[in-house]
């Protein structure tokens, strides 16, 4: 960082003590970077993790939002150029929705072990969206959306390939996204700084900032539209709304279930922070608006978490996966209502549903209600529904993996 405020990590850990905080958001910031450039020891950054963590300025929106500069600028730079003539070329524009690209993740840590929810809808939301998929292997349940992700095979036969995810590099996401709505940009391939870090990160007590930062540092970040990131608590809502308007971010929604959960929750109300911005003459900031959404919004009943949580290995998982794609689950089940609620959201968020024509260029009627937060959530539901039972989801999938595969070889 030009001009850095860091001295010394035995200075800033004096400034973060409980109950005594000093030290400044550019100063937490300034030495996450020095973590990056590995000018830290491995006891200090686990001090520094620890006294992030018990002083809770890791959920500070300031802190979170500079310190997620910092780790973006420590990737591995991505062809931003190359990108934007791909996505340009996609045309996939249509009523509010710009083209952009799009993203649903979770912080983890909520120890529900719930399906892969956001891997699913992030899918089958590119029947419609273009999708930047940040994520990685598991750390806090039994399957990661790269676990699955890597484990699934669009044909039925056991020797159909499978997406290659090592394949997803800064220098082929052009050449990924001109074949394809939907990649997935596998961490350990963007952000390598954090491999060193891994061993001391395993060995702390409780999740670190860096669980927080994942959803705010997707590598393509500066072409990212639209994104609905949960969260395992509900106070971290507004935290990580202001987080985002601090980063730019002038189309997303947080969320989190009554129940802590990192997802729109299926089984009772979820606890929403949309940020959008206003149209007013003069005037074009960002506003975050907070509200509650129930199943009942979606047109869907609710469904108890024990339901959706079949605790299922990766395997498990991606066979589940394979099913939901393929249309062969039945309208009323429980993992197919919790992934549609989700998916509804994302489409929401990004504009797909706000217009006259179906964002899947079908004859099928628009659901033109609103609900909490303005949304047409019926809508999104009706989008993603099509989009499984036309298979427009599922060949995405198929396109992702077959340009993985072309690529690698």
């Known amino acids: 960082m030009a001009n850095s405020p860091f001295t010394s990590i035995t200075t800033l850990l004096q400034k973060l003590r ?4 000093t030290a400044k958001p550019d100063e937490v910031a300034s030495a996450i970077s020095k973590v990056f450039a590995s000018e830290v020891s491995a006891v200090q950054v686990a001090l520094l993790l620890d006294r992030l963590s018990v002083t809770s300025q890791e959920q500070e929106p300031n802190v979170l939002a500079e310190c997620a500069k910092v780790m973006r600028a420590a990737a591995e730079r991505v062809d931003v150029d190359g990108l934007q003539r ?7 524009s249509v009523n509010a929705y710009e083209g952009g690209l799009c993203d649903i993740v979770g912080t983890g840590g909520d120890y529900h072990s719930t399906f892969n929810i956001s891997t699913a809808s992030s899918i089958i939301a590119s029947s419609v969206l273009l999708v930047a998929k940040h ?3 598991a750390s806090t349940s039994k399957s990661g959306s790269a676990d699955v992700l890597a484990c699934m095979q669009v044909g039925r036969s056991a020797t159909s390939p499978r997406p290659n995810l090592e394949a997803v590099t800064p220098v082929t996401l052009p050449a990924l996204f001109s074949q394809t709505n939907f990649v997935f940009l596998f961490a350990p391939n963007f952000h390598k700084g954090l491999k060193p870090l891994s061993s001391i990160r395993k060995e702390l007590p409780s999740p670190s900032i860096f669980n927080l930062l994942g959803p705010l540092t997707n590598p393509a970040d500066a ?11 509900r106070d971290l809502l507004h935290d990580f709304a202001e987080a985002l308007r601090l980063n730019g971010t002038t189309k997303g929604m947080i969320v989190c279930g009554a129940e802590d959960l990192d997802e729109i929750s299926c089984a009772g109300p979820t606890y929403c922070a949309r940020l959008s911005q206003t149209k007013l003459p003069q005037d074009s900031s960002v506003v975050i608006e907070e509200f509650i959404l129930t199943p009942a919004d979606f047109g869907l009943p609710m469904h108890a978490l024990e339901t959706v949580s079949p605790g299922q290995t990766a395997q498990g998982n991606a066979e589940i996966l394979g099913r939901l794609l393929r249309n062969e689950m039945s309208d009323d089940d429980a993992i197919l209502h919790f992934v549609l609620m989700n998916v509804a959201s994302l489409f929401c968020i990004a504009g797909a549903c706000d217009g006259d024509v179906c964002a899947l260029r079908s004859t099928e009627p628009v659901i033109k209600e609103r609900g909490p937060g303005h949304g047409r959530w019926k809508e999104g539901v009706r989008l993603a529904r099509r989009a499984i039972k036309t298979g427009a989801a599922l060949k995405m999938l198929q396109k992702f993996t077959d340009a993985t595969i072309e690529i690698a070889t």
């Open 86 to 92: 791909a996505i340009k070329q996609r045309q996939a």
């Open 18 to 21: 409980p109950g005594d905080v």
């Open 135 to 137: 994520g990685n292997r």
């Open 223 to 233: 072409l990212v539209e639209a994104r609905v990131i949960g969260v395992k608590r």
